[in-house]
């Protein structure tokens, strides 16, 4: 079984997969289903490449409990430098434009 959250740090930010950093190991839950499978199978085509290792994240298949619920994911080394976050599309979109990128045609 892999990993269970203790709510650390987790996060949707409307990027709508659960995520969360827990002793220097990503953790995030699939939304749609294979968003991990995704990071997985690119991640590891990545590590054939002329890329060196340091600069991409190479991620692995997990399981993880949330609560009562089993999510198919993925998990990385925790990425961020000390003064660095995660920023989405969404808040990239919303403090560009000043709305949501979600918001629907009036």
């Known amino acids: ?27 995030k839950a699939d939304y749609t289903g294979y968003e991990g ?3 997985y199978m ?9 890329l060196a290792e340091q600069e991409f994240v ?3 298949l997990e399981e993880i409990k949330y609560g009562t619920v089993i999510y198919n994911g993925a ?3 925790n990425f961020l430098s000390e003064d660095w976050q995660i920023i989405t ?3 990239l979109f919303h403090n560009f434009f000043g709305e949501s990128l ?3 045609p009036v």
């Open 1 to 27: 079984m892999g990993r269970t959250s203790g709510q650390i740090g987790v996060s949707r930010q409307k990027g709508n997969q659960l995520k969360w950093e827990n002793a220097g190991i990503w953790y």
């Open 37 to 39: 499978l995704t990071e």
């Open 42 to 50: 690119i991640s590891h085509l990545l590590k054939k490449s002329t």
């Open 58 to 60: 190479c991620y692995d």
């Open 75 to 77: 998990k990385s080394k």
């Open 89 to 91: 599309l969404e808040r």
């Open 102 to 104: 979600y918001k629907k």
